[in-house]
């Protein structure tokens, strides 16, 4: 069993849907991530959060929603997505923002937008 | 300015033998960690090896270690008695200690290939 979880592992949705993607970890960790791995690009941060509360917001467009209720679970709500959207979103934890403090990463979640 | 570099799009490697992966970074924070992952097909990037800029010995993990040459920034993994179930896409990552707050700098990512 890995230390962070993410369900679902696999998505398709249309342009007009509304769905979301969640993240459990069982680390004890109290900052918990979302990546965005698109194809031939660099893992680009979307957001962070500490104890709870937004730390980082990388520019996202407000079509992704993110909600943090606890240091365990993190949610990622999409809401009218383009298919430059897809792409695999990878939540991930760790103990802090010291430099010693390695991320973990869940299995990750594979976004299609028709 | 990029700083995390992988220079190795794609390595093939015999079974059994060892193979070094290349990463250079560029910060001026004195204090940073270096991560190595490993990203298998599936897609879960599981992490491997870490080393602190002030560590004074190269940092070891089984059969995966860090070849760290901090004059040079430069991090290369180096694995061992490679396996065929060591091919994957393996990605360099740097965390700057006083400046970086909660952002872990990735590289583009080195895909190995592990020939039986």
Known sequence: ET?????PRHLV???TNKKSLKCE????????YWYKQSAKKPLELMFVYNFKEQTENNSVPSRFSPECPNSSHLFLHLHTLQPEDSALYLCASSQGKDRRNTIYFGEGSWLTVV | AQKITQTQPGMFVQEKEAV????TYDTSDP??????????SSGEMIFLIYQGSYDQQNATEGRYSLNFQKARKSANLVI???QLGDS????????????????????AGTRLFVKA
């Open chain 1, 3 to 7: 230390g962070v979880t993410q369900t």
């Open chain 1, 13 to 15: 949705m249309g342009m």
């Open chain 1, 25 to 32: 970890q069982h680390l004890g960790h109290n900052a918990m």
């Open chain 2, 88 to 107: 994957a896409m393996y990605f360099c990552a740097m965390r700057e200690g006083r400046t970086g707050g909660f952002k872990t700098i990735f590289g």
């Open chain 2, 20 to 23: 070094t992966l290349d990463c």
């Open chain 2, 31 to 40: 204090s940073y960690g270096l991560f190595w992952y490993k990203q298998p």
């Open chain 2, 80 to 82: 061992s008695a490679s």
